[in-house]
């Protein structure tokens, strides 16, 4: 699953890379799921920036090699770039994953937290986090009667009896 992954990135790939700069590629990547094409307009519209911040954005991205654009067209990304944007994607969802139905975190706070943790978390934390999603998931019953347990915790401030 998610652990071969990790292990494939490159570090160059991401260190060279801002955190903005990873959004821009993310925000590609994201919108080229649901659409066979990323024009210049939505990828600003996706991350509330202004076009030519997009353009400057690009052009470095395009620099780097991660990504093609035509003038005035559309944007795509390279075989290099959509392996490191599905790297950014991948860790933004385990990320909010966790923060999400194990720890109960609120939809859009566990949004923008991921989106801050994934810039910032090292691989060796992520891949820990990885592995007891991946663990959780392999055994539903422990999952269900910890995140219960953890519920009541939560709701009454000491741990339930059994």
Not at 4 to 10: D, I, Y
Not at 22 to 44: H, P
Not at 80 to 86: F, N, R, T
Not at 120 to 142: G, Q, R, Y
């Amino acid at each position: 699953m998610m652990d071969k992954e990790l292990k494939k990135e490159k570090n160059k790939e991401t260190d060279i890379l801002s955190h903005c700069l990873e959004d821009y590629l993310e925000g590609i990547y994201i919108i080229n799921i649901g659409k066979k094409v990323v024009r210049v307009k939505e990828l600003a519209e996706f991350l509330k920036v202004k076009t030519p911040s997009v353009v400057d954005a690009v052009s470095k991205l395009e620099k780097r090699g991660l990504v093609n654009h035509e003038k005035y067209g559309y944007l795509s990304l390279s075989r290099e770039g959509i392996s490191v944007a599905k790297s950014i994607y991948n860790k933004h969802e385990y990320i909010y994953k966790f923060l999400n139905e194990v720890l109960g975190v609120d939809e859009d706070n566990s949004e923008k937290d991921a989106c801050g943790i994934e810039h910032h978390i090292s691989k060796a934390t992520l891949n820990k986090i990885v592995k007891f999603m991946n663990f959780i998931e392999k055994d539903p019953e422990t999952y269900l009667e910890l995140i219960g347990r953890y519920k009541q915790y939560m709701g009454i401030g000491d741990l339930p009896k059994r």
